[in-house]
Every structure is written in structure tokens, then in C-alpha cells.
């Protein structure tokens, strides 16, 4: 299986069904780019309910890490489901949530002193993070950064600030947050360039930011994705993170890394933050950690996560189900499939960089391992083309590729670390198709 196979016109007949069932009943806030009504997955495949098969560089949004029904993760999931599907961690214990929190503790940057607490989703990992370092510091405020993606329920809202249509209609958010300019050198708000900029973006928050808004012994935490995700896989420069670290400890603020997107291999490494040799206080986790059952977490330092009994807790947090499939993805990362993201990642990169020697309108390709970024713009002004991007995965999608979109026009991949290098070149060949098309090149 190497290429995709489209056997009915676009939508389908059984496709367009569903869609209309799914517009009667389901919710009005989904945002759906392309007619996808998917029944089945294999590794790197999906079928849709007309037969239709495609390949998939989207990962149900990075979630299926280790490709659609990885036959280990499903014997793992059956063998748990025969013997314990729930207890509930809160007032039980049960010993495949301790085993998983251990092996947890043992691959988070900065080793087997941080303490592990499990939820269902990245929202709730951050929510919890958010709420352990206000306990933990008794500060108010809060910094988080333009462009961040940190989820949907309302404290989590409150740091999100990647489009402003995900605020929009729902009042005051948390009080106390504060949004600065991210390290996205190839739209620099300072109009500055790495390195000679000195990391203007991070002296901004020490001057700006504690000597005008709030001084630091207010701030408890400051949340930061390694990679912004959702706003277009942006990669901040090296030693960012190390410079970002100072700060906080000469203010004795918590760094809290939300490595939802990025963790768990994605990047070629366990964790993104791996790649800028920096600790966190607190780390969320979430979509790869399970190949796709829910599960989310959030780990943090020993000394940090003292809190006491009925703080806080959730009832189907670290599901004995989900942590069993969480054990052997790990397993699976560790075998061979963070090194196959590294490779084969490095390859898509290079590829895509030659073609954006060929088409002026990629203004920008970045990323680390299998989470990659292609910015489309107008060449001679940045202007990002947001109707063409669209127009690309649309396209993507016609010709039996899957793709997301990110920030204003990038498109974005996220396949299955297990992705082979053949596929990736069959992925990028109808990428570069689409993109003529559209492009009309
Ligand atoms: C970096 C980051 N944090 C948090 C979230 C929220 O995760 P969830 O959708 O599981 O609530 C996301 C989701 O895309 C994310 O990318």
C-alpha cells in the first residue's frame, strides 16, 4: 500500500449522509476544512465510508502516534479491557496508573523526582498545571504568549491567544494573564533578526513587562509551548528556552512546558524541550501519549506538586485502559519510532525546503522531526495567503492526502511516527501537486 486510491467523486454518496446527519446533531463549533467521514484506520491509512483511501499526515491532530490501530496498542487496550476498564484514581489504587506515572517520571527531562498527576485531555492538563502553580506560589499573574495554544475550557482560554475567533463571546476570561511576543524570528515583532537581536522578545517581558505592568515577585508561572502547535509549528531559535529559564529563576517563577503537540516523540526527540537542553517545573502531556485513547497528564517537581489530598482530582483521569495503551506507545516511541520521526522528519524538511526554492510563495518551512510547518505568503509582502492554504489541503484532500492547517496559511503535517520514507515521498509529491494547482504553477 503506497499510494491512495479515490474511487467515488468526492464527497460520497454514503459521506454526504453523515455530514448532513452530523450538521442536524452535532455541534456548530467544529471546524471541518474538508468532507472526511473516516470509518477505518491502518498505520498511516484511513478509508472513508465510500471506500476512499487516504493517507494520513494529520494524526487525528497528532494524537496517533503510533499510526491508526498499532496492533501492540490494540492488544494491550483489549487485554486491560478484559481485566479492569475503571476504578477511578481519586479514592482507588490501582497498579497500572502507578506503573505508567513512573514511567513517566523516568523520560521527562530532569528525571525521577517529579510527581505525575492524570487527566483525559490537554485542556485539563493545562487547567491543572494552572491551578497547581497558583497553589504553589500563591501569585496571581500568569504569562503566556501571542500565538499559544493552550486549550478550550475557560482557564486554559484565558492563556490561549492563537485566534481570536476561540475568545470571541465569552466574557471575562482569567483575570491576571499576560500575552507577549513569542520567538517567531520570521514574523518578529520588533522586526529584529537572530541572533543579533539578543532576544529582544525575552528582555521585553523582564523590562516591559515587570518594570511597567507587574512586578515579578507577582508572577507565579509563565506557560510555554516548545513549538507553537495551532499557530503554525513555529520554532523558536536556540537557547530560547535556556535564556527563558534564567528569567524565571532569577524571579523564582515556575516554567510550565505544554508539550501536548509536541511530546511524546513527535519532534524526534521524547520531549521538544529535549532539543534546547531545558528543564521545566511543570510539563503537560496529552495526544500521543495513548495512540489515541484519551489520556492527559500533567508532571511536575516533587517539591511543586505537595498539595493537599482534595486539591484537586478527576474522576476517569488516568483510565486503566488508557495508561495501559500510554505504556506500550512508549514502549513503541522508544523502540525505534522517536528515532523514525528524527529521520524520516529530516528528509521531509530538506524536501520541502527545495521546494520552497522553487515556489516563491513558501515563504517559510520549519520544524523538528514529524511536526513540520509550510508557510504560503505573498512573496514580496509576507501577506500570509489564508484562501490558497485552504484551497491547498482542500486539494490535498481531493488527490487522497490528509493535512491540517495552522496559523493564518501554513500548512501543517503531523503524520504517524511510524511514517515510512516512501510514504512521506508519496505524501509530498500530492503535496507539491496540489500546491501547482492551486497556485496554478
Ligand atoms: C499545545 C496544546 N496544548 C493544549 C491543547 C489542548 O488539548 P485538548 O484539545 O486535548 O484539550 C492543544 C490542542 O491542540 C495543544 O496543541
Redesign the pocket.
Same mark, same amino acid.
Given at each position: 500500500m503506497n499510494q491512495p486510491k479515490i474511487i467515488t467523486k468526492l464527497p460520497g454518496p454514503k459521506t454526504e449522509k453523515i455530514i448532513s446527519k452530523d450538521n442536524k446533531y452535532l455541534s456548530s463549533s467544529l471546524t471541518r476544512l474538508y468532507p472526511a467521514v473516516i470509518e477505518k484506520g491502518e498505520g498511516c491509512w484511513v478509508w472513508d465510508v465510500d471506500g476512499n483511501r487516504f493517507l494520513d499526515f494529520t494524526s487525528g491532530?497528532g494524537v496517533g502516534s503510533t499510526g491508526h490501530c498499532h496492533p501492540l496498542v490494540v492488544e494491550s487496550i483489549k487485554k486491560q479491557s478484559e481485566c479492569l476498564i475503571h476504578m477511578s484514581g481519586t479514592d482507588f489504587y490501582y497498579p497500572i496508573q502507578v506503573k505508567l506515572a513512573e514511567k513517566i517520571a523516568e523520560i521527562i527531562p530532569g528525571g525521577m523526582n517529579y510527581k505525575v498527576f492524570f487527566c483525559n485531555?490537554?485542556?485539563e492538563a $493545562?487547567e491543572g498545571a494552572l491551578k497547581l502553580a497558583r497553589h504553589f506560589t500563591k501569585r496571581n499573574y500568569v504569562l503566556a504568549f501571542l500565538g499559544s495554544?493552550?486549550?478550550?475550557t475557560l482557564g486554559s482560554l484565558s492563556l490561549t491567544s492563537s485566534k481570536s475567533i476561540q475568545r470571541q463571546g465569552f466574557g471575562s476570561l482569567l483575570p491576571n494573564v499576560i500575552h507577549v511576543p513569542y520567538g517567531y524570528c520570521y514574523r518578529c515583532v520588533f522586526n529584529l533578526e537572530y541572533p543579533s537581536c539578543n532576544f529582544a522578545c525575552i528582555e521585553y517581558i523582564e523590562k516591559e513587562v515587570f518594570g511597567k505592568l507587574v512586578p515579578a515577585e507577582e508572577v507565579g508561572s509563565i506557560f510555554v509551548?516548545p513549538i507553537q502547535?495551532?499557530s503554525g509549528v513555529i520554532v523558536p531559535p536556540p537557547n530560547y528556552f535556556s535564556k527563558l529559564r534564567e528569567l524565571c529563576d532569577r524571579y523564582q517563577i515556575l516554567l510550565v512546558i505544554?508539550e $501536548?503537540?509536541s511530546g511524546m516523540g513527535r519532534t524526534g526527540k521524547m520531549f521538544a524541550i529535549e532539543h534546547w537542553k531545558t528543564m521545566a517545573d511543570i510539563y503537560?502531556i496529552?495526544?500521543g501519549i495513548a495512540s489515541g485513547m484519551p489520556l492527559?497528564a500533567f508532571a511536575a517537581k516533587s517539591s511543586v506538586m505537595n498539595w493537599q489530598p482534595g486539591a484537586h482530582a478527576s474522576t476517569f483521569g488516568g483510565n486503566p485502559v488508557a495508561c495501559a495503551a500510554a505504556l506500550t506507545t512508549i514502549r513503541l516511541l522508544e523502540q525505534k519510532l522517536i528515532e523514525n520521526a528524527e529521520t524520516v522528519g529530516k528528509q521531509m524538511l530538506e524536501n520541502l525546503k527545495d521546494l520552497q526554492k522553487r515556489f516563491d510563495f513558501i515563504g517559510d518551512v520549519r520544524g523538528k522531526g514529524l511536526m513540520i510547518g509550510v508557510e504560503l505568503v505573498e512573496s514580496s509582502s509576507k501577506k500570509p495567503l489564508t484562501e490558497k492554504r485552504n484551497g491547498v489541503l482542500r486539494k490535498a484532500f481531493e488527490k487522497g492526502l490528509l493535512l491540517l492547517g495552522a496559523g493564518a496559511s501554513v500548512v501543517r503535517f503531523l503524520p504517524p511516527l511510524i511514517l515510512l520514507e516512501q510514504e512521506a515521498n508519496t505524501g509530498l509529491e500530492i503535496f507539491e501537486q496540489a500546491l501547482k494547482e492551486v497556485f496554478r504553477k
Open positions: 491532530i485531555s490537554g485542556t $493545562v495554544f493552550h486549550g478550550r509551548e502547535g495551532e505544554d $501536548v503537540q503537560c496529552a495526544k492527559g
